[in-house]
T-cell receptor, first 114, second 113 residues
Framework: KAGVTQTPRYLIKTRGQQVTLSCSPI?????VSWYQQTPGQGLQFLFE???????NKGNFPGRFSGRQFSNSRSEMNVSTLELGDSALYLC?????????????FGNGTRLTVT | GEDVEQSLFLSVREGDSSVINCTYT??????LYWYKQEPGAGLQLLTY?????DMKQDQRLTVLLNKKDKHLSLRIADTQTGDSAIYFC?????????????FGRGTQLTVWP
């Protein structure tokens, strides 16, 4: 079974631009979560989606948004990029709704903002 | 559920056991997890334990949970150089969703041949 797939793996953008990151969950997984990883702040939760609905959100500004499609694939968008948005963005999926279903992570998208 | 503490570094010799420690503050923790991250990669789930358990063993990995002290440990038996990585402890807790994990800062494990 294929793991969580994130595209692209690497991205370089300029301040002020916007970016869209994509995540394909493990087949059959219906819940998708997004995390930001930086050396300074560590791993921080962005949002969680289930059945196309956002059911939890972290403490990030409104420039960070996401969505989930009917096939469970998810995208996150960052508008008006700032230098501090440079990070590894990790997507994770889980079965959800069946007792504890742990998160399985993709290899991430490395975003560099110049 | 937001304070998960780990020591930053651990060095061991190949063949020895490694013990990585984690403390958490939320007594309503439900599940506690251990993830491994190698350079340039995402997080690999190693194991997890429900908060009403004391111990879980999975091949070379043993997880111990002391609920009274809010202390979680991961023991890796017969540590190999391929175990060199960053290990993250994480928790979920009652009142939140299972997709929201609170992570420690990670322990860098270095295994010397």
């Amino acid at each position: 079974k294929a793991g969580v797939t994130q595209t692209p793996r690497y991205l370089i953008k300029t301040r002020g631009q916007q970016v869209t990151l994509s995540c394909s969950p493990i087949s059959g997984h219906r819940s998708v979560s997004w995390y930001q990883q930086t050396p300074g702040q560590g791993l921080q939760f962005l949002f969680e989606y289930f059945s196309e609905t956002q059911r939890n959100k972290g403490n990030f500004p409104g420039r960070f948004s996401g969505r989930q499609f009917s096939n469970s694939r998810s995208e996150m968008n960052v508008s008006t990029l700032e230098l501090g948005d440079s990070a590894l963005y990790l997507c994770a999926s889980s079965l959800a709704g069946q007792g504890n279903s742990p998160l399985h992570f993709g290899n991430g998208t490395r975003l560099t903002v110049t | 559920g937001e304070d998960v503490e780990q020591s930053l570094f651990l060095s061991v010799r190949e063949g020895d056991s490694s013990v990585i420690n984690c403390t958490y503050t939320d007594s309503s923790s439900t599940y506690l997890y251990w993830y491994k991250q190698e350079p340039g990669a995402g997080l690999q789930l190693l194991t997890y334990i429900f908060s009403n358990m004391d111990m879980k063993q999975d091949q070379r990995l043993t997880v111990l949970l002391n609920k009274k002290d809010k202390h979680l440990s991961l023991r890796i038996a017969d540590t190999q150089t391929g175990d060199s990585a960053i290990y993250f402890c994480a928790e979920t807790f009652r009142g939140s969703t299972l997709g929201r994990l609170y992570f420690g800062r990670g322990t860098q494990l270095t295994v010397w041949p």
